[in-house]
């Protein structure tokens, strides 16, 4: 089980906006603004979209923005494209001797 | 452009060790801003943090693996290793090697990673 809470999946249709949450708690989430998104297209390495809750990498596009409130961080996808179809995994700064804490991953399908 | 290639068998034998070696190119690995780190995912699972190691040689592990883990560096070689005992097939997974912020945590970026399955 993991240390944060992602859905299984969630589906959008091209254009449309969706929207992918991670929850944690006061030791992680909540208390600290280091929360990460990693994109995982099948067989490829996860690859980093935000940093630091909002912050996107070089290269990145403005499509995807996160966000975050109380003990969930979420990201959201904008005009949902094909290529945007992957599994997207949260990570967090954790207090606990664990480290750094992951999400289960959420697969986006795109309609 | 920083490249981080993972090596080593991909099949091992249950209740032996597992060893996988990370070649860094295109960065130092002795920065003192950066942590360098194990993540494996078994097949359809999540990501799971498995320990990470400072340019010092200062470890950190997942309490969880932390009595089967060890994680070393040869910074003359930029490269670092990970030795995980006594495995089981619950140890298969595609294991990754990625660079790590240290004030953050985040990874950033990964090697291609390498599926090691265990089994007789």
């Known amino acids: 089980q993991s240390a944060l809470t992602q859905p299984a999946s969630v589906s959008g249709s091209p254009g449309q906006s969706i929207t992918i949450s991670c929850t944690g708690t006061s030791s992680d989430v909540g208390d600290y603004n280091y929360v990460s998104w990693y994109q995982q297209h099948p067989g490829k390495a996860p690859k980093l979209m935000i940093y630091?809750?909002?912050n996107r990498p070089s290269g990145v596009s403005k499509r995807f923005s996160g966000s975050k409130s109380g003990n969930t961080a979420s990201l959201t996808i904008s005009g949902l494209q094909a290529e945007d179809e992957a599994d997207y995994h949260c990570s967090s700064y954790t207090s606990s001797s664990t480290f750094v804490v992951f999400g289960g991953g959420t697969k986006v399908t795109v309609l | 452009q920083l490249q981080l290639q993972e090596s080593g068998p991909g099949l091992v034998m249950p209740s032996e060790t597992l060893s996988l070696t990370c070649t860094v190119s295109?960065?130092?690995?002795?920065?003192?801003?950066?942590?360098w780190g194990w993540i494996r995912q078994p097949p359809g699972k999540g990501l799971e943090w498995i320990g990470s190691?400072?340019?010092?040689?200062?470890?950190y592990y997942n309490p969880s693996l932390k009595s089967r883990v060890t994680i070393s560096l040869d910074t003359s070689k930029s490269q670092f290793s990970l030795r995980l005992t006594s495995v089981t097939a619950t140890d298969t997974a595609v294991y990754y090697c990625?660079?790590?912020?240290?004030?953050?945590?985040?990874?950033?970026?990964w090697g291609q990673g390498t599926l090691v399955t265990v089994s007789s």
């Open positions: 295109g960065d130092s690995i002795s920065s003192s801003t950066y942590y």
């Open positions: 630091e809750v909002s």
């Open positions: 190691i400072y340019y010092s040689g200062s470890t």
């Open positions: 990625a660079r790590q912020v240290t004030w953050e945590r985040k990874f950033d970026p």
